[in-house]
Nanobody, 129 residues
Framework: QVLLVESGGGLVQAGGSLRLSCASSRRTFSGEFMGWFRQAPGKEREFVAAITSGGSVTYYADSVKGRFTISRDNAKSTVYLQMNSLKFEDTAVYYC??????????????????????WGQGTQVTVSS
């Protein structure tokens, strides 16, 4: 079922920028924590970034910290991932996912993909060297 739809991927040169969007059709979007994950060819899916329901707190994988920024606009039911200083290693299919949680959001909850109940179809990001 289509509940989250990613867009904004494409081909970009190393050092360039892209902004990914994830539009949600869920009525409960504003109460959900959101995450971005990615999967590179031949590799397992990995955590990239996460944001609390109100957008006040963000989290990042060490590999993207300082380069990527996650944000959300609850009025538009959309979460974003601004990617700057892109590297070849960032090449992957990027997925957004939603997790309902009202309490503390520790690292294992943020990064454990099995706790995200809803996923988008993914958008391809290719960084050329």
């Amino acid at each position: 079922q289509v509940l989250l739809v990613e867009s904004g991927g494409g081909l970009v040169q190393a050092g360039g920028s892209l902004r990914l969007s994830c539009a949600s059709s869920r009525r409960t979007f504003s109460g959900e924590f959101m995450g971005w994950f990615r999967q590179a060819p031949g590799k397992e899916r990995e955590f990239v970034a996460a944001i609390t329901s109100g957008g006040s707190v963000t989290y990042y994988a060490d590999s993207v910290k300082g380069r990527f920024t996650i944000s959300r606009d609850n009025a538009k039911s959309t979460v974003y991932l601004q990617m700057n200083s892109l590297k070849f290693e960032d090449t992957a299919v990027y997925y957004c996912a939603a997790q309902s949680w009202a309490g503390p959001w520790n690292r294992e909850r943020r990064e454990r993909e099995s706790l995200y109940a809803y996923w988008g179809q993914g958008t391809q990001v290719t960084v050329s060297s």
